[in-house]
C-alpha cells in the first residue's frame, strides 16, 4: 500500500496558513495540532481556525486533537467537515462511545496514545476506530527526536489487525524525517505526520515525495 504523507501545519507559518497549504497539495491530508494548554504544555488554535482552515483547504483535514475532555468537543470538530478527528485515549472518558459520535457525524474516529501508553488500553476496542496513532514523541511540540521505543506498539497493533482481519489505519506523529520514516513503516504505519520535516525545508513538495518513496521503500 503507499504511504500517505500528513503534513503537520504545526509547523508551518500561522498567519500565512492559506500559503502553507497551497505547498503540500500532493499531500493525502493536512494534520491540524489542536492543543488546550491542559492536555499538553502548549497551545494552538481551536475550532474557528479549523473551519477556515477547512474552508480553504486543497486536501482533506486530519485533526489532531490534544485536548482535555475530548468527550465533549470532539463532535464539534467532526462537524467542521474534517475527514477524520483524532482523540487521545487518556484524556477520554468513554472513547468507543466518542467514536461512534464521530462516525455518526461523518467523520473517522481516530484515537491516539501517548509514547507510555500501553495499546492494551484499546486493543479490545479496535473494530471502533477508523485510526489508531501512536505518538513517536510526547505530544506538545514540533521537531523532537523519534522515540524507536515506541516501534514495539506499532508491530504489536499491525499483528493485531492482520489476526483480526480489521482495517484501521495506523498513524504515527512526531520526529518522522527522511532518517526515521522508514523504521516507522517496516514497524507497520501506513499513515505519517512530518512537520518540521516537511515545513522546515526549501521545498514542501519535494519532501513529501521524498517521505513517500522512502516510507515504500
Ligand atoms: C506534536 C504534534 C505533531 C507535530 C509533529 O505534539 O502532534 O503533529 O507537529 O512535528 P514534527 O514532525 O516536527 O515532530
Ligand atoms: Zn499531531
Known amino acids: 500500500m503507499t504511504a500517505r504523507i500528513h503534513p503537520s501545519v504545526l509547523s508551518a507559518d500561522f498567519v500565512n496558513m492559506e500559503a502553507a497549504l497551497r505547498t503540500i497539495v ?13 492536555f ?5 488554535f481551536g475550532r474557528q481556525m479549523v473551519e477556515r482552515i477547512q474552508a480553504v483547504s486543497p486536501i482533506p483535514l486530519d485533526v489532531h486533537l490534544m485536548i482535555d475532555d475530548p468527550d465533549r468537543w470532539a463532535p464539534e470538530y467532526a462537524a467542521t467537515g474534517a475527514a477524520g478527528v483524532t482523540f487521545h485515549a487518556e484524556a477520554a472518558t468513554d472513547a468507543v462511545e466518542l467514536a461512534r459520535e464521530l462516525r ?5 474516529a481516530g484515537v491516539s496514545l501517548k509514547p507510555g501508553t500501553p495499546i492494551e488500553t ?4 479496535l473494530a471502533e476506530f477508523d485510526l489508531v496513532l501512536i505518538m513517536t514523541v510526547e505530544p506538545g511540540f514540533g521537531g523532537q527526536s523519534f522515540m ?6 506499532l508491530q504489536a497493533l499491525a499483528h493485531i489487525r492482520e489476526r483480526r482481519g480489521l482495517a484501521f489505519d495506523l498513524q504515527v506523529d512526531g520526529g518522522i ?4 520514516i522508514a523504521t516507522a513503516a517496516a514497524a507497520g504505519a501506513d499513515v505519517f505526520v512530518a ?23
Open 195 to 217: 512537520g518540521s520535516a516537511v515545513f522546515g525545508g526549501e521545498d514542501p513538495a519535494a519532501r513529501i515525495s521524498e517521505l513517500r518513496s522512502l516510507a515504500d521503500a
Open 148 to 153: 524507536p521505543e515506541t516501534m514495539p506498539k
Open 122 to 125: 484499546i486493543v479490545d476496542d
Open 104 to 108: 455518526a457525524r461523518g467523520a473517522k
Open 177 to 180: 524525517a527522511v532518517d526515521t
Open 26 to 38: 500532493t499531500a493525502d491530508a493536512v494534520h491540524v495540532d489542536v492543543m488546550d494548554n491542559h
Open 40 to 44: 499538553v504544555p502548549n497551545l494552538t
